[in-house]
Nanobody, 123 residues
Framework: QVKLVESGGGSVQAGGSLRLSCVAS????????MAWFRQFPGAERERVAS???????RYIESAKGRFTISQDNARNALYLQMDSLKPEDTAMYYC?????????????????WGQGTQVTVSS
């Protein structure tokens, strides 16, 4: 079992930056797909960024050029650097891990989830 704990959310003005962190513990997350999802009220979780077991990275279109996903395998950590934040980025952000290394595009494909961290961007 992999336990994921996020941190780094908060409130920021439009144009500002936040860095989300996710630390994995328990079973090794080596060979897993690691991803960041976000959820707007009343909506399904959407994948914001992901990095598969080969290091291939994908972003949602609205995150390209503003968000950067990275990982530190030595620390079992996943990060999401978010720059040029917009009010429409306001959401609960979740770290997720999927066995097998392939980054399935939908949340249903992920078995391991963190508790979430709130990001609020004011105009």
């Amino acid at each position: 079992q992999v336990k994921l704990v996020e941190s780094g959310g908060g409130s920021v003005q439009a144009g500002g930056s936040l860095r989300l962190s996710c630390v994995a513990s328990g079973d090794s997350a080596s060979g897993y797909c690691m991803a960041w999802f976000r959820q707007f009220p009343g909506a399904e979780r959407e994948r914001v960024a992901s990095i598969d077991s080969s290091g291939s990275i994908r972003y949602i279109e609205s995150a390209k050029g503003r968000f950067t996903i990275s990982q530190d395998n030595a620390r079992n950590a996943l990060y999401l650097q978010m720059d040029s934040l917009k009010p429409e980025d306001t959401a609960m952000y979740y770290c997720a891990a999927r066995d097998g290394g392939y980054c399935y595009p939908h949340s249903i494909g992920y078995r391991h989830w963190g508790q979430g961290t709130q990001v609020t961007v004011s105009s």
